[in-house]
Every structure is written in structure tokens, then in C-alpha cells.
């Protein structure tokens, strides 16, 4: 998986954002605060909408392909 381009913004309500048919990335600046996993989960959950835009069973599983369950859990 690859974004074409990526960015970071200040964001009041999300940690990252998409837009699959561009292939853009957004993160929050706010993830510079939080623990290296909360960034590498987002950015996963964000490279895996390139591929699934819904939050259906299909994005679980590439989410349980790219990233071990609970890697994130209680720290972001």
C-alpha cells in the first residue's frame, strides 16, 4: 500500500483522514504527542483505506494483516 502524497494539519476531530480516489493522506499534528503505536496505527488504518473505504469486514481483516489486534488499545 502507498498514498501518493501525504500531509499533516491541524485537525479538531481526527487523528487521520483519506481521500482513496486521490490517494492523499492527512494526519493530525496532534499525533506528535501521543506514543510512536498511536501514529503507526493511524497511518495503517489510513494506507488500508486506500484499498477499503468502509469500516466493514473486509478493512478488519486487512487491518489484522498489517497490524497485531490491541497494538494501540488504551494508548491513543
Partial sequence: ????????????????????????????????KRPVQCLEYVLVHEL????ERHHNERFIALMDQSMPSGVCAGTC
Avoid at 8 to 30: D, P, V, Y
Avoid at 48 to 51: A, D, F, G, Q, T
Fill in 48 to 51: 488500508v483505506h486506500l484499498l
Fill in 1 to 32: 500500500m502507498q498514498a501518493s502524497s501525504w500531509g499533516i494539519k491541524k485537525m479538531r476531530t481526527k487523528w487521520g483522514s483519506c481521500s482513496a480516489t486521490a490517494g492523499r493522506i492527512w494526519f493530525n499534528l496532534e499525533l506528535a
